[in-house]
């Protein structure tokens, strides 16, 4: 099993940190701990407004908000797998994936799900549309799947890898990038037609993976792995984040997003946050906000955000200046 997955699937300590983190007396987030009524590891997370939002994870968990995570809602998901992503173009149509090749969508706001075959038994872990008609999940063994028919229909992309995928990012219904295991970063500038590596990132394994405009993303990953690029995956350049003020070892990142092409954040395993407000040029740990590893991570805008993670943890985060 991965690592990742091992992490997840760890019982965490229940406990949560209440947090102000500020740098020079200056508040830069606070968190506070939303009752979810579970204790399942929460490992996708997507808010599509700041009052309308869905998490998925193990057994088959799938919660549903519309007031801004003061109260979830259990949703009957059909399956008992571990699910590991959740993708709503808008407020009504959406995508879960996870283990066993699971993929089930919804055409509700996620009040109800309905599996869609894809023929293949894989774990899958991330998934992006770029419209609402071309749309791409990876997963274990190298799977790249593509659906140009708004998901009714998927099939399989030649990946040349063997690695397991944990990401994907598309900028258009022709570029996008690929990241997982064994430091694997696969480009497309085709649609999916061909997958190249154009480089490979040592030994890590990449987790997450967020794109602010067209050419410039970012890719995090374990031992504080954190990779930039600003020529669409072409090239990518190291900058790995080591031990800080608080850490005895590097911190596994684990996923990342950016509210405007200045501003990014990452969480990662023991509750950890990093932040960035000059394009990534310096991050700063903002500390832990959670004694638990945290896997999700959604802004609906820049001045609202969630974290899920282990033991059933959801925090709102609120972002400082």
Known sequence: MKRWLRVALAAG?????????????????????????????????????PQLGWTVGSAGTILKTVDGGKRWKKVTSGTSVLLTNVLFLDGKRGWVIGSNGTVRTSIDAGESWKPVTIGTEVPLYGIAFPSPSHGWIVGGNGMILHTADGGATWHEQASQTNATLYAVAFTSEERGVAVGAVGTALVT??????????????????FGLEFSDTLSGWAVGNAGALFQTTDGGLHWTD???????????PTDLLRIRFTDPQVGWIVGERGMVYRTSDAGFTWQEVGSIANVSLFGLSFPDAAHAWASGERGTMLQLKPGR
Do not use: N, Y
Request: aromatic residues 4%; positive net charge; glycine residues 10%.
């Open 13 to 49: 300590l229940a406990a949560v940190l209440p947090c102000a983190a500020s740098w020079a007396g200056t508040p830069v987030l606070s968190a506070d701990l939303q009752p979810t009524k579970t204790e399942a590891t929460l490992l996708g997370l997507q808010f599509h407004t």
């Open 189 to 206: 500038l085709d649609g999916g037609k061909t997958w190249k590596a154009h480089a490979s990132l040592g030994g890590v394994t990449l």
């Open 239 to 249: 900058h790995t984040i080591p031990c800080l003020q608080t850490c005895t070892r």
